[in-house]
């Protein structure tokens, strides 16, 4: 089973930026990969997928602000976030969407001034 394990969140203010890591325990090159957020009291929403041919898609909430990259080298997808708002505070987890279904623990983003 793989282990994903995230990080980067923290506390950061409105207009700032924040980059998450996640680190898988084994091969990702022929995964797609994701993001997810899920607010306090909210459902748990797609932010971003890459495809193995690192496709991308993004939320229309995050378009334009937040970027998705993978290296498979370093078995890691990251989630560039710039100008961040405070609706964008949540737990943020990373997903390996196929060909399984592996979800990490999360990092918590607060964005707040």
């Known amino acids: 089973q793989v282990q994903l394990v995230e990080s980067g969140g923290g506390l950061v203010q409105p207009g700032g930026s924040l980059r998450l890591s996640c680190v898988a325990s084994g091969s990702i090159s022929n995964n797609n990969m994701g993001w997810y957020r899920q607010a306090p009291g909210k459902q748990r929403d797609l932010v971003a997928t890459?495809?193995?041919?690192?496709?991308?898609y993004y939320a229309n909430s995050v378009k334009g602000r937040f970027t998705i990259a993978r290296d498979n080298a370093k078995n890691t997808v990251y989630l560039q976030m710039n100008s961040l708002k405070p609706e964008d505070t949540a737990v943020y987890y990373c997903r390996e969407i196929w060909p399984m279904n592996y979800w990490g623990k999360g990092t918590l983003v607060t964005v707040s001034s």
């Open positions: 890459i495809s193995r041919e690192s496709t991308t």
